[in-house]
């Protein structure tokens, strides 16, 4: 890489306008486009999220350091921002100062503080892959560029917004944790809703344990959906991640899993 980098096709990294900004920008841009005969404009919104994932880091005495990553095939480069690189340099061990400049789509020239390399894990999967530090302004803790991507063999599924990545390891499907997080707050957000109700319900109806099995007068009971959810078994194989969004599927979908 040149100590100035003068393609114009790095996406957002840094800015003089705060990061976080010009994502959500570019976010509401994308999300303001939309089916004007659709009837469901918030399910359209939710629909448009950046791509998130769980990535970890092997440092030289195998110690694992796991971060938040945006997935950026537009970005020329990986990153790790600046706030992020302080707290965990100390384990990763293989990184050294970089003489590299950065020089982003809007034209402003960027010194990178740092760079590192080795062995990079998403879903299981293993490969090895490099990056720069800089200050991100808040606006994610590790941007997973086009060069990792390509490194990771990575194919992304636009419809479904999952990503295929291959490696040591196999090969793995990646499910958008920004999704993953939608659905999580949806659900409160349900929740909250049906406890709202829950205060006209008299304080001693759901000490008789026989109102446990309310599916048909109150489907979701809080105790009718720890009674069907409570037996389901999940696999062993699944990652904390994974695990969650099975539970949170189950939960809220307890009216089908009603036997």
Not at 42 to 57: G, H, K, V
Not at 168 to 193: D, F, M, P, R, W
Not at 212 to 227: E, G, Q
Request: glycine content about 6%.
């Amino acid at each position: 890489m040149e100590d100035v980098r003068k393609d114009q096709h790095l996406n957002p990294t840094e800015s003089s306008q705060p990061t976080a900004n010009i994502i959500r920008q570019a976010i509401n841009k994308q999300c303001d486009v939309v089916n004007l005969y659709s009837t469901d404009e918030e399910s359209a919104r939710r629909m448009c999220l950046p791509f998130l994932q769980n990535t970890s880091f092997v440092g030289l005495q195998g110690e694992i350091v796991r971060v938040k990553a945006l997935f950026d095939e537009g970005a020329m480069i990986s990153a790790m921002s600046s706030a992020t690189f302080n707290k965990v340099k100390h384990r990763l061990g293989n990184w050294a100062p970089s003489s590299k400049s950065l020089h982003m789509a809007n034209g402003t020239i960027v010194l990178s503080q740092a760079k590192g390399k080795g062995e990079v894990m998403v879903g299981g999967i293993r490969t090895q892959g490099e990056f720069e530090v800089f200050n991100s302004r808040g606006g994610w803790s590790f941007l997973f560029g086009k060069p990792m991507l390509q490194a990771f063999k990575a194919i992304h599924d636009y419809e479904t917004d999952q990503v295929q990545v291959s490696g040591i390891g196999g090969t793995k499907i990646l499910y958008n944790h920004s999704k993953q997080q939608a659905a999580v707050e949806e659900i409160e957000e349900q929740k909250e809703g049906r406890q709202s109700l829950s205060n006209v319900t008299p304080a001693n109806l759901l000490q008789d344990d026989n109102t446990i099995f309310t599916r048909i007068s109150d489907l979701f009971n809080p105790k009718w959906v720890a009674h069907i959810v409570k037996p389901v078994q999940y696999s062993n194989t699944l990652t904390a991640d994974e695990r969650q969004q099975a539970e949170a599927l189950v939960t809220q979908y307890a009216d089908i899993f009603a036997g």
